[in-house]
């Protein structure tokens, strides 16, 4: 790889003669900080292309001036992916007006979208058509599609629907030499080679930019009911969610797991929040199930709470008896991650690990913090796919600029554990620059020599995203 260059006048110049003026934007703070302040990058020029053979264009010119790109989506990453690390100015290149819906095929449960739309726009317009686009998670406002893709983004619904990998039948991608793949198939069946949208997906902007995908919809469930349930153990919650699934199979929809240390941070931080217990239990579940017509989803829940309290694995339990009720409920689990930033966690873990190593990793890892200090922990997430958030906070009347010395030592301990059980230490929020380190000491050895092997042949200069997922070489 061939060293990288600035931004350079004369390199503004070209793009300049290449591209209208509306392409090119002020350098905001945004386009340079992550949400939590922890990466800043250079300030670069900032492009916000309006159609792909625009951003082939630019990524064209930065490929022979040997600039390095960073794309930009929604910018609510929180691993730094889509941020300038160290290094020349980049050019950040945004997604912000590629916002059209190309194109919905309601009868093939299909919708073809470009990558800077937004994702409740998308669901929008799924429902408009009377299907849906289950993606679903917090930042559904502002996060767009190409980055939900380049970071194959999860959410509350991974249960039943599966994550954007499983979302997407296919891709439309500038490559890191400004060659345009156009992979937006409709095919189910398609066995032409390998498979490159799954090679994309997930790459965090490494390997190209997407530009558009076609995403597959599915039917609106005719009747929905949610209900919270406090369980005894997190072992109890595998039980129960096994429970419901014998009960109405797919028909669970999400199933997210909630410590009381929650309720206790959102009492503290939005007291306007309303609590489905009256004391808050050491555990709950989040339970929503989609069924089709002909089903009372209230009574079925019912029904699997009273299976589930003559089998000890459930002890009290409330279901919503409004749409008031359940959004109720839904913000409980939505607040938490907001809560948690008022408190001010020391270090926060986004890890997965097999459904049936969950009751261990939660019972251990309390016992390895104690070994660095005296923590609170609050420990919640979507028990159905093995995604925690497991995140540590100082005790009250400490800050966690008092515990700064001690963060490395917590992450390798949780991301330790992790690894000692099976599990990955990134989740759903990807790789990013904040993960690098940890890709090299828990990834397999083999695994990270094909991924340097794709990422030279793909990218031979190293332009796009340099230092996110792999070091930069």
């Given at each position: 790889m061939t060293d990288l260059s600035p931004v350079t006048p004369d390199f503004e110049a070209s793009l300049r003669a290449a591209l209208p003026d509306a392409a090119f934007k002020s350098p905001e703070p945004k386009y340079f900080e992550e949400p939590r302040g922890r990466f800043q990058g250079a300030a670069g020029v900032v492009l916000a292309p309006a159609s792909t053979t625009e951003v082939a264009a630019a990524v064209r010119l930065a490929h022979e001036a040997g600039v390095p790109v960073v794309p930009y989506g929604g910018g609510t990453g929180l691993v730094g992916g889509q941020i300038a690390g160290e290094g020349p100015a980049a050019l950040v290149l945004s997604l912000e007006r590629m916002t059209r819906i190309r194109n919905t095929w309601p009868r093939e449960n299909l919708i073809e979208v470009e990558a800077g739309a937004i994702l409740?726009?998308?669901?929008?317009?799924?429902?408009?058509?009377?299907?849906?686009?289950?993606?679903?998670?917090?930042?559904?406002?502002?996060?767009?599609?190409?980055?939900?893709?380049?970071?194959?983004?999860?959410?509350?619904?991974?249960?039943?629907?599966?994550?954007?990998?499983?979302?997407?039948?296919?891709?439309?991608?500038?490559?890191?030499?400004?060659?345009?793949?156009?992979?937006?198939?409709?095919?189910?069946?398609?066995?032409?080679?390998?498979?490159?949208?799954?090679?994309?997906?997930?790459?965090?902007?490494?390997?190209?930019?997407?530009?558009?995908?076609?995403?597959?919809?599915?039917?609106?469930?005719?009747?929905?009911?949610?209900?919270?349930?406090?369980?005894?153990?997190?072992?109890?919650?595998?039980?129960?969610?096994a429970l419901a699934r014998n009960h109405v199979g797919d028909g669970v929809v999400a199933f997210e797991l909630i410590h009381e240390q929650g309720y206790h941070f959102l009492s503290e931080t939005l007291p306007d929040v309303r609590h489905p217990f009256e004391t808050p239990p050491e555990w709950s579940v989040l339970i929503e199930l989609g069924l089709p017509s002909g089903l009372d989803p209230a009574q079925v829940l019912m029904e699997i709470f009273e299976a589930a309290a003559e089998a000890h694995i459930a002890t009290d339990g409330t279901i919503a008896q409004s749409e008031t009720q359940r959004a109720e409920f839904w913000a409980v689990r939505e607040k938490i991650p907001e809560a948690n930033r008022r408190i001010g966690s020391v270090s926060s873990h986004d890890i997965s690990v097999p459904m049936e190593a969950i009751p261990e990793f939660i019972e251990r890892g309390p016992g390895v913090l104690t070994e660095i200090g005296n923590f609170r922990i609050n420990c919640f997430g979507h028990v159905g796919d093995g995604n925690l958030h497991y995140n540590v906070f100082p005790q009250p009347g400490r800050s966690r600029a008092d515990h700064d010395n001690e963060r490395p030592a917590i992450k390798r301990a949780i991301h330790d554990l992790t690894h000692e059980l099976g599990g990955s230490v990134a989740a759903e929020h990807g790789v990013g620059r904040l993960k690098v380190e940890d890709v090299q000491a828990y990834a397999d050895p083999t695994h990270l020599a094909l991924m340097r092997q794709i990422k030279d042949a793909l990218d031979p200069k190293g332009i796009m995203n340099p230092g996110v997922i792999l070091p930069a070489s």
């Open positions: 409740a726009d998308v669901q929008a317009k799924a429902k408009e058509v009377d299907r849906l686009f289950p993606l679903s998670l917090a930042s559904e406002g502002s996060a767009r599609i190409g980055g939900l893709l380049a970071t194959n983004a999860g959410g509350v619904n991974v249960l039943r629907y599966g994550n954007m990998r499983d979302l997407c039948l296919g891709l439309e991608v500038v490559l890191p030499n400004g060659d345009i793949w156009n992979g937006l198939t409709r095919l189910r069946k398609d066995n032409l080679g390998y498979d490159l949208r799954n090679l994309m997906i997930g790459s965090e902007g490494t390997l190209g930019v997407i530009t558009a995908a076609t995403l597959k919809l599915s039917p609106i469930p005719a009747t929905r009911g949610t209900a919270m349930i406090a369980v005894p153990s997190p072992d109890a919650a595998l039980d129960l969610l």
